[in-house]
């Protein structure tokens, strides 16, 4: 079974549902419901249709809201080539309409202020408990109860996430019970509580195997845990202040890690572009989705990467600078000859292998806001018409790609591993020794490199070592130098991909997207005109093209001073945000809820509480 029928399956589930109008809960039909429930196969069936809600990939056609790169918008890695996305600052009248949740989904697939899946795993644990004692083995029946476990919890995880305490069901909850229906929020702690005992039990009782690879077993449950441990770990540490559930959560972090690690069935083995732009899975992939032309499942995110359309969105100027040089250290303290040389050309032969991988290797117009065309997305081969002429393969235009995508890269169970592990020590847990750098940075620092990478000057980053870390000047320095260094490996890795803006949050760091404090969020890439781009210099661009020096100041072409147009790119229309810290009314860490839903508590004699931090009408 693949994802490419999972679509398919999650219509099936839905012809004998129906939503009613509270909270957008499914229920079954009586006559479906009774007689459906009769094997190990059926209960299969239903599991199968959370996963097109949970492992998205690259979305299907042109249906790309919670695919990497296209929405990429929110957080302090791209410019846009407009006024950047802004946080909410009203309340929305109904949910789903201007509130955080709808910019927070777009990054990181998260939920709405909808409770349909927690019901639909609720009624599969509640099903195969009462009806199918007599019919399931004791091994399959705590199989399957731990994979209706593990979706209720990472449900949960999410929708906390997003809205901190939410109601908590653990059962199916009918139509005719209101009290239940129409329940304020559960305190958060008590929520994820729940979460960290189904997260347990499904990483003791989901099936080691469960013969296709593209079903969930436990290794992709315990890397999903160690993803979910840690967000609300960090959580509890800086955002609630709470060090003994966050060592709690950093603990289940890392035994999740640990069940993953310790498999052998994982390794980084694959060059950083072969990981999202070919059509097969390696080891590095712990869940992999595959694409299918024959089936008419494909997507549409390599053709955003193709280079042959421009596009708005673009890594800043403070991404670029957030890659560390070939010995491991920042672009300041770094002993790499040129290191503070930012010419495109130079950057890839001085940088960590992943900014290569990750971009055009060339400044381009066609990347709008930045110059800096992200290609991380696509075959390096896709783009081999660039130089030979003609256009980009069928293949890689419109929704034909069928390319697939790591949901769940083993790269990533290593850094949240790490990370937890360095959290742990400064809640007296054990320090972090250079074992455990080596068996995880170094061990995704020394990933194989592409055989074009190296005909560029590529070479691989040397490894990270605790009795050298670098003393990099602009460290936040509230941050320990081991956890920016972690934190900045993560930020390499992930980058165009999904969890930045959730990390800025965790770490209680949104201050970092705050554009009248750092310009380097609204500047693109280094360019040389009049060397890089010279057809660029033409009379209708004079007053257009702008470009700041390394000294800080501003350079516009007037049609006769090409020479001096190089600097790092900065269009006019490139707008800061708006105040998003410390203003009445507003918390940017969580998103309100909808007044109508409020309204309608209410008008039931009800009371729905608003999420902490904003206020409960719009007066």
């Not at 508590?601 to 009800?606: D, F, L, P």
């Amino acid at each position: 079974m693949r994802f490419k029928i999972y679509i398919i399956l999650t219509g099936i589930i839905f012809l004998f549902t129906n939503c009613n109008d509270v909270l957008d809960r499914p229920s079954l039909t009586t006559s479906e419901d009774d007689a459906y429930w009769t094997n190990e196969d059926r209960v299969r069936l239903y599991a199968n249709s959370f996963y097109t809600n949970f492992f998205v990939g690259y979305g299907l056609k042109y249906a790309t809201t919670y695919a990497p790169n296209v929405n990429y918008t929110f957080n302090d890695d791209p410019v846009r080539l407009s006024t950047q996305t802004q946080f909410g600052r009203t309340v929305p009248t109904s949910k789903g309409s201007t509130s955080l949740d709808i910019m927070w989904q777009s990054e990181f697939t998260g939920p709405t202020w909808n409770f349909a899946w927690i019901r639909k795993a609720n009624i599969m644990i509640d099903r195969v408990t009462d009806r199918m004692g007599g019919i399931l083995t004791e091994e399959q029946y705590n199989h399957w109860i731990g994979i209706g476990r593990f979706f209720r919890g990472l449900e949960y995880a999410r929708l906390v996430n997003v809205f901190g305490d939410v109601p908590y069901y653990d059962t199916e909850v009918l139509n005719t019970d209101k009290d239940a229906l129409y329940k304020d929020r559960t305190p958060r702690n008590e929520v994820m509580d729940a979460v960290y005992n189904d997260f347990d039990f499904a990483m003791n009782n989901v099936r080691l195997s469960d013969g296709d690879a593209q079903y969930v077993n436990r290794y992709v449950v315990a890397a999903v845990v160690s993803r979910w441990a840690l967000f609300e770990a960090s959580w509890q540490k800086y955002y609630y202040k709470n060090d003994e559930r966050a060592k709690k959560f950093f603990e289940q972090a890392v035994a999740a890690a640990d069940l993953v690690m310790g498999s052998g069935k994982y390794d980084i083995v694959t060059d950083f572009r072969s990981l999202f732009g070919s059509t097969k899975s390696t080891k590095d992939c712990i869940l992999y989705r595959t694409y299918d032309a024959d089936k008419g499942v494909t997507h549409s995110i390599a053709s955003t990467c193709n280079m042959n359309d421009p596009t708005d969105i673009g890594p800043n100027l403070d991404l670029v600078k957030a890659f560390i040089c070939t010995d491991g250290k920042d672009w300041q303290t770094s002993t790499v000859a040129n290191a503070s040389d930012f010419t495109l050309s130079n950057l890839i032969k001085t940088r960590d292998a992943r900014f290569e991988a990750s971009f055009y290797n060339k400044p381009t117009p066609r990347a709008k806001s930045s110059y800096l065309y992200v290609t991380k997305f696509i075959p390096r081969s896709a783009l081999d018409y660039i130089e030979k002429g003609g256009s980009p393969a069928p293949e890689f235009q419109g929704e034909k790609n069928v390319t697939g995508y790591p949901v769940i890269r083993y790269a990533e169970v290593l850094l949240n591993w790490i990370e937890a592990k360095a959290e742990l020590a400064t809640l007296g847990g054990d320090a972090v020794g250079q074992p455990d750098i080596d068996a995880s940075i170094n061990k995704i620092r020394n990933r194989p490199i592409a055989e074009e990478a190296k005909a560029l000057g590529v070479v691989k980053t040397a490894d990270m070592s605790l009795d050298a870390l670098p003393d990099d000047p602009n460290r936040d320095v509230t941050v320990s130098p081991l956890l920016w260094e972690i934190r900045r490996e993560r930020r390499m890795e992930f980058a165009f991909e999904f969890s930045r803006i959730i990390d800025l949050r965790r770490w209680k760091k949104l201050e970092y997207m705050d554009t009248d404090k750092n310009q380097d969020l609204l500047m693109g890439t280094w360019v040389n005109f009049k060397d890089e781009v010279p057809e660029e210099l033409k009379p209708e661009n004079a007053g257009k093209i702008r470009v700041v020096g390394k000294d800080g100041n501003l350079t516009v072409y007037d049609g006769s001073n090409a020479a001096s147009v190089k600097g790092f790119f900065y269009p006019e229309q490139n707008k800061g945000r708006l105040p998003f810290l410390n203003v009445p009314n507003i918390n940017p860490y969580l998103s309100p809820i909808g007044i109508n839903q409020i309204e309608d508590y209410k008008s039931r004699g009800y009371t729905l509480t608003q999420t902490e931090g904003w206020p409960a009408s719009l007066n």
